[in-house]
């Protein structure tokens, strides 16, 4: 965090583009601050710059920010060196099913809506 405070965390799903994670002890953190995200791989940890986007009970998704080619070597080799987590999880989920999706981007709407006119 920009006071120098560090919130343990685990990582839920992530790409090149953010996270999501789940924090140890939940605590509120405000959409639009700008955070480090600490990426471990064998051993050794690289920081990414992030900013929080939302904050919902203990799950926090952030947007990372620009990155030098290291930090943006380091994220890329962070995500493929998983492939066998996506294997074992391929065809896992639940299927879509049409009307269960429409009715979630409904209420995601319903959700948007209802904060710009509160």
């Given at each position: 965090l920009p006071d120098g405070s560090?919130?343990?965390?685990?990582?839920?799903?992530?790409s090149t583009g953010g996270m999501a994670i789940r924090l140890a002890q939940p605590q509120p953190i405000e959409p639009g601050l700008p955070v480090q995200?600490?990426?471990s791989h064998r051993g050794v940890e690289q920081t990414l710059p992030a900013v929080v986007r939302q904050d919902r009970d203990g799950q926090v998704s952030v947007q990372f920010t620009a990155m030098s080619m290291e930090q943006e070597r380091w994220l890329v080799a962070s995500?493929?060196?998983r492939a066998d987590i996506w294997?074992?999880?391929w065809g896992q989920h639940d299927r879509d099913a049409f009307w269960r999706s429409l009715g979630q981007v409904l209420a995601a709407s319903a959700r948007g809506f209802g904060r710009l006119g509160g």
């Open positions: 560090v919130l343990p965390s685990r990582s839920l799903n992530f995200i600490g990426l995500t493929f060196a294997l074992s999880q």
